[in-house]
């Protein structure tokens, strides 16, 4: 079965502290995105992760992607309440469609 | 605007209405998706069209009935639904030679079923 697992589900952290959220997957793949979702609207692409060892960083946040342990990390550094939203990751198992994880919903708190 | 556009933005509609939701994309991707997203549970490949052929349909009720006329467009015929139907409907749409960017996903429509 295909399945794409993220934990935490929930994240509360206070501003400034780093924080990585997993996702991990059941099978060979080497495409995993990032996506975020605001409450109430469309999903936002992140991060395209296409290889062993890629290593993505936008400003706060960095997604990494290991193939051999199926599991892709993103990280938080220093956070701030503009990055509370629920972070889903994604596989494409070759298959041309993308198996969603149940997302992480992440609250910054003052 | 991500490229892909759902209408409408938000729809009521009764059990023994009919109603459609339009998605459309000028990315010129091939691949177009609907998905659902209900509170508490893992967003859900409904049906797949590439090329405007359905490739996947995910044991989806037969209340929903997709329509891809071309490769721009994308339909979702709703009859007879249930309160359980409502959700928010996400559009995609993707390519091969667009994987470095995933999939580009529309802002969905929020149907509530009454």
């Known amino acids: 079965e295909l399945k794409v697992e993220q934990n935490p589900l929930f994240l509360s952290m206070q501003e400034g502290k780093n924080y990585t959220i997993y996702c991990n997957y059941s099978?060979?793949?080497?495409?995993l995105y990032w996506y975020r979702q605001d409450p109430g609207k469309s999903l936002e692409s992140l991060f395209v992760?296409?290889?062993?060892?890629a290593v993505k960083q936008e400003g706060r946040l960095m997604a990494s992607l290991d193939t051999k342990a199926r599991l892709s990390t993103l990280h938080i550094t220093a956070a701030v309440h503009d990055l509370s939203a629920t972070y889903f990751c994604?596989?494409?198992?070759?298959?041309?469609?993308?198996?969603f994880g149940t997302g992480t919903r992440l609250t910054i708190i003052p | 605007e991500t490229g892909v556009t759902q209408t409408p933005r938000h729809l009521v509609m009764g059990m023994t209405n009919k109603k459609s939701l339009k998605c459309e994309q000028h990315?010129?991707?091939?691949?177009m998706y609907w998905y659902k997203q209900s509170a508490k549970k893992p967003l859900e490949l409904m049906f797949v069209y590439n090329f405007k052929e359905q490739t996947e349909n995910n044991s989806v009720p037969s209340r929903f009935s997709p329509e891809c006329p071309n490769s721009s467009h994308l339909f979702l015929h709703l009859h007879t639904l249930q309160p359980e139907d409502s959700a928010l409907y996400l559009c995609?749409?993707?390519?091969?030679?667009?994987?470095?960017?995933?999939?580009?996903f529309g802002s969905g429509t929020r149907l509530t079923v009454v």
């Open positions: 099978t060979t793949s080497d495409r």
């Open positions: 994604a596989v494409n198992f070759g298959n041309e469609k993308l198996t």
């Open positions: 995609a749409s993707s390519s091969p030679t667009a994987e470095v960017v995933g999939y580009t």
């Open positions: 992760l296409l290889s062993n060892g």
């Open positions: 990315l010129g991707h091939n691949a």
